[in-house]
């Protein structure tokens, strides 16, 4: 179907509740329609009730904002400059979520040491951040994190006064660091993380850490959840590699991305330590707690998998992964090797949401099942491997996710993937909310539309471009990209490349 009627087809909906939703479509979409809901959790968990105002800037998040330092912090710490510096860098510059990131430099590490009790909700923290100064000079280094009493702030060793409010953490070197000088920061904190909902996310009543009745721990962060529980740059445009130590009661265990290195037990508790070598947006960083068994396999091609199954969601578990090894080899071929050092699920008690948290995807146990493991497979790919370089640019996320998915769904049979097709398109076109692609509202950031509109929009592409151009040109995208954030231009400009002409109205036509 030509754009502008299905853009016209789309505007005439008028925005309908989930509820609403299901009855109006076909049978056939219902299966997709029904798996977007619970993928995105629409209908699923509490609604926030007091949503900020999107794109609310900072300063006005929170109507007190309030110093916190706590009295030993003053204590201890030289007293705060006479005259305030002017605070540089409060923003990484993405001009979808301003609120979000920081300038000046560049975290290279992170080593988070959490003390961790699902019995207790607190987290007692010390955390290593390892960067290096890009700015010209840097007279004030600020960081993303919400809430907690912050015990100490060091840099390189010797205590930096620093100020907590409007959600950023902003340290005052005695001197300006110069440019390219490497610096290590060391922050310990402690309490109760802070809730409040995301302007993004409808469907979570909060993000950061969550306690589930005293008996596990998991974490969402998806997109501005990290700094609820860790000082960090929050944007995917400052990747970093990872070290976890975290020490739980002993009989639990404490998952992490990347690979388990050591369990070191004494009477009363375990400390897990976990590496990650790879570049890593903080969004992508997870830490699970609680009762689980380790299952440990490869894929025929020789990729290390490895789950952390709670009891319970064993059967389930076991026929959600039969193909799992075959899955990440296909997506190998596609796209380029597995980039990472293994590949698993963690199973979390939470409902309705799942997470493509790096090598380690975060499972709710109500979703274990084909689409949500495969859908989280891809994102390895289109998210971690090559991350947004804005956050609006979603589609190219959630879109390629679900379209890999189907893809994999339906590799032996094209006849019914064409048939899959449409009906995602009638699903759209039924239910699609009236936004352009390229620039949904914050609240609709994980929306209907961001994932089975772009879906039908990466076909699109791949009709207009043709396979061979289509799989080359991802294949490049991949190769140059990996490791690092992507914008839309850059993946226009790649898949230019690739079919050997202009698709800017292409892009424009779908995306604006
Ligand atoms: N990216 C997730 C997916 O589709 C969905 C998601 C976005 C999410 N934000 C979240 C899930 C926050 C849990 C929490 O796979
Ligand atoms: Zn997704």
């Not at 926030?48 to 916190?68: D, R």
Request: charged share 20%; glycine share 8%; aromatic share 12%.
């Amino acid at each position: 179907m030509k754009k502008q009627a299905f853009k016209d087809k789309v505007k005439k909906k008028n925005p309908q509740t989930c509820g609403e939703r299901s009855r109006t479509i076909t049978k056939m979409a219902q299966i997709f329609l029904i798996w977007g809901i619970l993928l995105v959790g629409c209908g699923q968990t509490a609604v926030p009730t007091a949503t900020p105002l999107p794109n609310t800037p900072v300063s006005q998040m929170e109507p007190t904002p309030t110093l916190i330092a706590s009295p030993t912090a003053v204590a201890t710490q030289p007293p705060p400059p006479t005259a305030t510096p002017q605070l540089d860098g409060l923003s990484i510059g993405d001009p979808y979520a301003p609120e979000l990131g920081n300038a000046g430099y560049d975290v290279t590490h992170y080593t988070l040491s959490l003390s961790l009790d699902p019995a207790v909700e607190n987290i007692d923290a010390t955390v290593e951040i390892r960067g290096v100064v890009t700015a010209p000079e840097l007279a004030t280094l600020s960081l993303d994190f919400v809430g907690f009493t912050i015990a100490e702030t060091l840099l390189d060793g010797q205590p930096v006064t620093f100020t907590h409010k409007d959600d950023k953490l902003i340290l005052f070197p005695a001197q300006p660091l110069p440019q390219n000088s490497p610096f290590a920061l060391s922050i310990s904190y402690a309490g109760n993380p802070v809730e409040r909902p995301s302007p993004y996310v409808g469907f979570a009543a909060s993000l950061g850490m969550r306690f589930v009745n005293g008996q596990s721990i998991y974490v969402l962060s998806e997109p501005d959840g990290s700094r609820f529980w860790f000082p960090n740059n929050d944007h995917p445009r400052d990747k970093a590699t990872y070290r976890f130590e975290i020490t739980v009661p002993r009989g639990l265990t404490a998952v992490a991305n990347g690979r388990l290195i050591e369990q070191i037990n004494d009477e009363t508790s375990s400390t897990f330590i976990w590496e990650h070598n790879h570049l890593m947006a903080s969004y992508l960083a997870t830490v699970v707690v609680g009762d689980f068994e380790r299952l440990e396999s490869v894929s025929p091609d020789g990729v290390l998998l490895r789950h952390y199954v709670n009891d319970g969601a064993r059967e389930e578990f076991d026929r959600a992964i039969a193909d799992l090894g075959e899955a990440v080899d296909w997506m190998s071929d596609l796209f380029g090797p597995y980039p990472y050092e293994a590949f698993g699920y963690v199973t979390a008690d939470v409902s309705g949401v799942s997470l493509e948290t790096q090598t380690m995807v975060l499972l709710a146990n109500n979703m274990i099942g084909q689409r949500t493991t495969i859908h989280e497979l891809a994102h390895m790919w289109f998210g971690d491997w090559v991350s947004l370089d804005s956050w609006q640019q979603m589609w190219r996320n959630e879109g390629f996710a679900t379209y890999v998915q189907l893809m994999w769904e339906n590799r032996d049979d094209p006849e019914n993937f064409e048939l899959a097709m449409e009906a995602v398109r009638s699903a759209v076109e039924e239910n699609g909310e009236d936004f352009p692609l390229g620039n949904p509202p914050p609240a609709k950031l994980f929306s209907f539309n961001t994932y089975f509109g772009g879906a039908v929009f990466v076909h699109e592409l791949r009709q207009e471009m043709g396979d061979e151009a289509f799989f080359s040109g991802l294949k490049t995208y991949f190769a140059t990209y990996g490791d690092g954030t992507a914008s839309d231009d850059e993946f226009r400009a790649v898949m230019e490349t690739a079919v050997g002409r202009s698709l800017a109205d292409f892009f424009a036509e779908w995306l604006e």
